[in-house]
């Protein structure tokens, strides 16, 4: 156990010597001797932390952390704080008497960790993806070598977009042994790598599900231009099939992933931790704070010591001084930030108890002074509080921006969100008749007979930020 303890010590006092170096290479005063009255010091450490408590409020948790990271790499008393890390004591004293001790036991990598970050690092982006489902395959030496060319000449998006005879010509072969080999790339995952185009990269989606339809073959082929037009009345004519035949076809090609290779990019991927997480528990919602490994840090106790330790000069002990003031800072910042949040959620859940329990329907007009009133903040702190701020609920995960619109009269008196209106709209449109799809002025005046009064030009304003077409470009024809 004491050797444990002397290299905890050692490794302190090494990273303790650099620091104090490189603060007096760096110029940095070691003193810390101002003029600064005790008042106006006390002022002044008291902006830093408001400062700084703002600062960290702001923050997603993910910029959080980089700060985190960065501070400790830069205050030696600041230690980030591993739920898995291992105490070795007692590890020791709970196996000694039962069995040997596997040496590489006594190592522990962080690295391998299972998280969403190792994975997301782990895992094989597209390219790494078929050269390894490719070195599977029993083919000669050369063949392997063209289809690793093919796989190089992807774009992200898993398209040859390449001439073919560069490919040809490179590898002195004639065109069936190069489509013999593109032919094998084009059967592996993700399903549609390797086309040269859409119409082949859906064709081989379709054939990979075992559809055997010659006329939607056809019709990807010649018509993708009509179907994204939504001209489906042509098709029909064309072909000579019903308009239910047609949507069915389109029903399918609507399926299919027109950008295979995209489900293998990390980069194009946005990874969210939630804030918080809201459970129902009984009767009762409750709300608590996500915490991540990455977000806890702690002030090594070892500088303490030197603080009390004679052997040490005053420079020494005011730079750790400082680099305790500064640690302290960031953790009252962190908890400071940690409770705020947590106290808007529990607001948020509060007041939109009907979402909680029903759905997105269901939720209540609110605005940020609101909450701030009743938790008497100042508005820009909830402002900050919500920012790029995400809570997990019964329903998915959502901002915490989303939960805050204006509201809109009903005929009875009542005030409904511009959420739930949205979804309203939106459950319409979903539901309406393709060939004859409802205009905004239309679906204003169904809202109005419902008793939500919505002018026709916030019915356009909020299909557009739904996403939605314009009815005219809604239309099957």
Known sequence: MKYFADTSLKRSEFLFSLYVKRGRLLGEDMNFNNSLELTQSQKLIMTTQLKQSLSILNMSKLELEEEIKKESEDNPLLEVEKNNEINWEEYIKDIGNSRPIDKSELYYNSDNDLNLDNIIKNTPNLYENLHLQINLYKI??????????????????GYLRIDEKEIINEFNINKDRFENCLEIIQQLEPIGVGARNLSECLIIQIRNLGIDNKLLETIVYKDLDLIGKNKYKEITKKYNISMQKCINIIDIIKTLDPKPGRICSVENS????????????????????????????????????????????????????????????????????????????????????????KGEKYIKPMKMKDIAQNLDFHESTISRGVNEKYMMTPFGLYKFKYFFSNALETNDDNLTSSVSIKKIIQEMIKSENKKKPLSDDQISKILNDRGINVARRTVAKYREELGVLSSSKRKLY
């Open 270 to 357: 946005v990874y969210v931790q939630p804030d918080v997480i809201v459970e129902k528990i009984e009767d009762e919602f409750v709300v608590y704070i996500n915490e991540s490994d990455n977000l806890k840090i702690r002030i090594s106790n070892f500088y303490e010591e030197i603080l009390k330790n004679s052997k040490y000069d005053e420079s020494a002990k005011n730079y750790i001084k400082e680099k305790l003031n500064s640690a302290t800072r960031l953790v009252k910042s962190i908890e400071s930030r940690k409770s705020t949040i947590l106290k808007i959620a529990q607001e948020i859940v509060k007041n939109q108890k009907d979402f909680f329990e």
């Open 140 to 157: 000669n030496k050369k063949d392997k070598e063209i289809c690793d060319y093919i796989i190089d000449s992807l774009d992200d998006d």
